[in-house]
């Protein structure tokens, strides 16, 4: 029983021993008397051996910094590999007499470099090369990343000295869809009343409130002329008048409610390649005089409207990284500024720069704004406003509310080119009037086409570009 265990694991040992890979032999260079040596190649901080067939007396490398020799025997050097680069080495006999020149080539030690390339990125097919002291890189890669990742690996083998010929594969142009949603309601609200009285009989005319009736001369002239002093930009007044007796009365009540709503919507798209900066303005230029010295006037123009600036980057796969300027402007007319004979309006503008990653279809709201704008101001006259009930003819309330909401959402997607022949113009779906259609009937476009049809659904039918 012993006697066979003994023979079943030596006939194991046998069979392991079998088909466990040989050991790689050494890398050597033989040196045949009346043949031109060849190159030796030699991988940094790494040995090879060569073999001379002539016995040697003397030896010597052209430069010790790149390789480093030593003598095994009288017909085997030992060369080691120090830095990357070029030298010589040289064999001489006894006499004198040169045997040969061997170049050896000391290179980055590519096969290490080749196995932690395997491990990091799996699956992609890079190929690696020597070149001169450097290492070069060529292939397709998925994604921009991966290369990054690649290079980085290669420069702790070959510092500075690596040449890329990688290209990345896959969609590398983004279109980017912004999408620009305010919308804006106020409310506002007065109230004032003003009271006169006047006595005919030569007394002093009184005059209170807070209304128009508080201007000078304003209770008489009401009273001489009949005529209620009303400005004629005001909605809501309602005058009164009576006499009892020698007394004169008149009495102007000023109301207004107002209410506004304000929807803008703003939808920019661009394309770019993939680490390319791609810029987008809708609107115009807004000239603006500026001084120019020697009381010269020079004008500059500043933009407005829809603008977008985006550059965006492929990461991953379709992992996509954005970032963005997008602004909304606009002149308000409301404002202005007066300067040399020159009227200059203000702007209003709603814009945000931001960083952000998502994948292909994903949307994202990089910005919002909700403000809520309060005001609440009450005149009265003295003591007589506080009278309950009739203190409301000497009063006036003016109450305004503005609230506004803002928010701006991106969209990222990976597109490629396609045949023109399947792009859709706005211009496509019109078609220019005969003079038949435009003289008798008056038709401002064609009688076939889309734009005809959305003009007879009132606006309310599909609209815009296409893309597919």
Known sequence: MRMSSLCRAGAIALAAAAAAPAPAPAQTLRVMTGEASAALNVPMNRAVVVESETPFAELSIANPGIAD??????????????TPGRTTLTLLTADGRLITNVDVHVTPDIAEFKERLRQILPGEP??????N???????TVSSSAKLDRALDLANRYAPERVSNLMTVGGTQQVML??????????????????LGMRNTGGGMGVVAGT?????TGAINNAFDSGVLPINPQTRGALGLGFTAGSLQFAVLLEAL????????????????????????LAGGEYPIPVAAGDNRIAIEYKPFGVELTFVPVVVDGNLINLTLNAAVSSIDSTVTLQTNGFQINAFKRRETSTTVEMRDGESFAIAGLLQ???RNLNNQVPWLGDVPILGALFRSADYQRAQSELVIIVTPHLVSPTRGEALALPTDRVRLPSERDFFLFGRVTGQRGAAGEVARQDFSGPYGYVME
């Open 69 to 82: 020799i030593s003598t095994l025997s009288d017909r085997s050097i030992y060369v080691l590999g120090k």
């Open 126 to 131: 890079i190929e690696v090369r020597t070149a």
């Open 133 to 139: 002291d450097g290492i070069v890189l060529s292939g």
């Open 177 to 194: 869809k912004v999408r620009f949603a305010e919308m804006q309601r106020s409310v506002s609200k007065n109230l004032s009343a003003s």
């Open 211 to 215: 209304g128009n009736f508080t201007g």
């Open 257 to 280: 409610e107002s209410k506004g709503a304000v929807r803008t919507l703003a939808e920019p798209n661009l394309t770019a390649l993939s680490g390319q900066e791609a810029r987008f």
């Open 372 to 374: 809520d704008d309060f």
